[in-house]
């Protein structure tokens, strides 16, 4: 796939969604870190249910701490591996408190530190609560980049390098929520919506599903 190509990409789903984000809810930096922990292999929507309550009687990692595993886990049992979980996000709770002043810091390597924290859910909090160019690579981004062979790799890693790398300055941003929301709601996996698709004429996904027509 060439430049032009790829800037036209990105310019289409600009005009559908001028300012996308995520659609995990939160209040603060801290929220976004716990709710994207707790997004692991779960749905965003069972995870605005969980913490609906949680972040409402425990907003700060001071209070969260003070919850313990076994409380936090009551608000959590709905949600998969609730209980490592619980385990991880209090003991990130915890190191937030005592190694940076309960702030969540502006860093890979000390998000990173984190207990439950790996470079996917860095790149989300770096992207969404510091606005850096970051793209965390899900299963929805690492499909989409193959199928229309806007950024064809074998690994998520292989995925992110190559989005950063093609990804134009302008676009560099959103570039990360653009293709989450896309893979979520048009390019799905089973049976992707190629006939409602904005960028169907420019995808090179050889098998469209058969309601598109060039």
Not at 118 to 138: H, Q, S, Y
Request: hydrophobic letters at 40%; glycine letters at 4%; proline letters at 4%.
């Amino acid at each position: 796939m060439n430049e032009a190509k790829r800037a036209e990409i990105f310019r289409r789903l600009r005009a559908a969604n001028p300012a996308p984000t995520t659609e995990l809810q939160y209040a603060s930096t801290f929220q976004l870190l716990i709710a994207v922990i707790l997004s692991a292999q779960a749905t965003d929507k069972s995870v605005n249910f969980a913490t609906r309550s949680l972040f409402a009687d425990a907003p700060t990692p001071q209070a969260m701490a003070a919850l313990g595993e076994e409380r936090l886990s009551t608000y959590i049992n709905r949600i998969g591996l609730y209980n490592t979980k619980a385990r991880n996000v209090i003991a990130t709770c915890r190191q937030l408190v005592e190694a940076h002043g309960g702030e969540v810091p502006n860093d890979r390597a000390a998000l990173e530190a984190l207990p439950g924290v790996g470079r996917k859910t860095a790149n989300v909090v770096l992207n969404t609560a510091f606005g850096e160019p970051t793209i965390a690579v899900d299963t929805h981004i690492f499909r989409v980049a193959n199928r229309t062979k806007l950024a064809p790799g074998k690994t998520v890693l292989d995925v992110e390098h190559k989005l950063l790398k093609v990804v134009a300055d302008e676009f560099a941003h959103d570039a990360h929520h653009w293709l989450i929301l896309h893979g979520r709601y048009v390019c799905k996996a089973r049976k992707p919506e190629c006939w409602r698709c904005d960028i169907a004429d420019l995808c090179e996904y050889k098998e469209k599903t058969e309601l598109y027509k060039a």
